[in-house]
């Protein structure tokens, strides 16, 4: 008996394998597509079903506020709302006010702001209701509560990828300003004083063992001894914008006439420390377990220029770095950065890089011989969608994010028309694509804050307090002696 030929049977049958061919990719196709479409449903009724939660929860809110109010005639809000921390916590303490009524006083704050907030963010929240909402980068964006808004412009993000929730910021590119900073966010740098105050005290230690039991130094942050400033106004990698060099020029003169000495203090090596020792150990597998969880659901629009460059492969990503080398050599040491490392090896002696760094620049700092070191703070707030693609202008706060130092941020002027006009005359340092987008980012800003930053060395939060509430007073004095 001849054997069984599949070869000749199939050639007997003479099929035509072109629609067969056809059909299988149109099938696979539409099933990838209905899948896709069905996860994408499941996403978006989790989001509505949060939506209804969150609906619910202000709803209950407002009950409880309206409650309390009934119980209570003589109740007023706005009387407790406008005091400042210092002030809040001694009228608790001597008992002219009571816990409850300072609870629904901020709930009534919150409230109003969130029914505020609804009314000009409807169009977004339906448009936000098939987007996925992580943390986005240094601007505050989520599928449930929509866009946070910037409340001296409408116009503008607020910054900051948590948005402050409890008052405590979680920003992973060094803003209070993924590395994770946190912080208290406060009206005045009292507050902030006084917040430290309560972490740092027996309390607190025993709740975290891992935590070191060092208590808040009152004798430092009341200190008024005159201080050695480090200073810079432009750290080579991003040139400031017109209202962050004229708002850190201010301050520094407000510095010298007060008694304190400035020293000049440039930042060390900080192409190699953003790039090398930064980006790459932020993105160290390559940025594949971020994107593992961006690709769970649709993306927020804030995280679209994160989302796409992560989804590249690697040796394209070393392709795009080489051909970008000669033009845009920034951009380029970006993009090779995000390759993260080649082996476990690499990550060591990374680590060993960073440690190195770190004591490079405690020992600049104590040759020296500074205190403390003042510095621009990125502003003014960035324009909506610009966040996500201008990893350049976290320059001057992620540094202090990969030294561990504490650094704070103190409002100090406002944008002027004088700052807008400049801006149209601002060149950058490398005049490539992410010193274009800077221009676009902070334009219109006029009338918005501006700070400076304040740093000082690890473990020293109350010196950087101290020189925070100097930088603070000094400003508060300089706008009364101008208004008289």
Not at 80 to 88: G, K, Q, R, T
Not at 127 to 152: E, W
């Amino acid at each position: 008996m001849d054997g069984f030929d599949v070869q000749k049977l199939i050639l007997d049958m003479d099929i035509n394998w072109t629609p067969v061919i056809a059909a299988t990719v149109c099938g696979t196709g539409a099933l990838y597509l209905f899948l896709k479409w069905r996860n994408n449903q499941k996403i978006q009724k989790k989001i509505l079903n949060a939506r209804k939660r969150r609906d619910k929860s202000l709803q209950q809110a407002e009950q409880a506020v309206q409650q309390f109010k009934i119980q209570n005639p003589d109740f007023e809000s706005s009387s407790i709302v406008s005091l400042s921390l210092p002030e809040l916590t001694g009228k608790l303490k001597d008992g002219s006010l009571q816990p409850d009524a300072v609870l629904y006083a901020f709930m009534e704050k919150v409230l109003t702001a969130a029914i505020f907030c609804m009314w000009i963010m409807y169009e977004i929240y339906e448009f936000m209701a098939s987007f996925r909402g992580l943390q986005s980068i240094y601007d505050c964006s989520n599928p449930i509560y929509g866009q946070t808004l910037n409340p001296c412009n409408l116009q503008k993000t607020s910054g900051g990828s948590s948005g402050g929730v409890r008052g405590i910021s979680s920003c992973i590119k060094g803003q209070k300003s993924v590395l994770t900073s946190l912080g208290p966010l406060g009206r005045d740098v009292e507050s902030l004083a006084l917040c430290m105050r309560a972490l740092l005290c027996q309390d607190m230690f025993s709740l975290d063992p891992t935590v070191p039991p060092i208590p808040f130094n009152q004798e430092v942050y009341e200190s008024s001894e005159p201080l050695r400033i480090g200073y810079y106004e432009n750290d080579g990698y991003l040139q400031p914008s017109p209202s962050m060099a004229r708002a850190f020029r201010e301050t520094k003169d407000l510095l010298e006439r007060a008694g304190h000495t400035l020293v000049p203090f440039q930042p060390l090596r900080l192409y190699h420390a953003f790039h090398e020792l930064t980006v790459r150990g932020i993105l160290g597998d390559g940025g594949r377990t971020l994107f593992s969880h961006l690709q769970a659901g649709p993306i927020d629009p804030c995280l679209r220029a994160q989302a796409n460059m992560l989804s590249i492969p690697g040796f394209i990503k070393k392709l795009i770095s080489i051909v970008l080398k000669p033009f845009y050599p920034r951009l380029s040491a970006n993009m090779d950065a995000s390759l993260g490392f080649g082996s476990v090896a690499e990550l060591w002696r990374q680590h060993a890089n960073i440690e190195e760094y770190i004591q490079e620049v405690i020992a600049e700092w104590r040759r020296l011989n500074v205190d403390v070191l003042l510095c621009p703070m990125l502003g003014p707030a960035f324009n909506f969608r610009y966040c996500g693609s201008l990893n350049s202008a976290l320059s001057y706060t992620i540094l202090y994010n990969l030294l561990n130092f504490p650094a704070g941020a103190v409002t100090v002027s406002t944008v002027t028309e004088d700052d807008e006009a400049q801006l149209r005359h601002y060149k950058g340092v490398h005049g490539d694509v992410w010193d274009k987008l800077f221009v676009k980012a902070v334009k219109g800003g006029v009338g918005l804050p501006v700070a400076v930053q304040c740093v000082s060395l690890p473990w020293q939060d109350e010196m950087c307090l101290r020189f925070m509430r100097e930088v603070e007073q000094l400003t508060a004095q300089s706008k009364l002696t101008r208004k008289h």
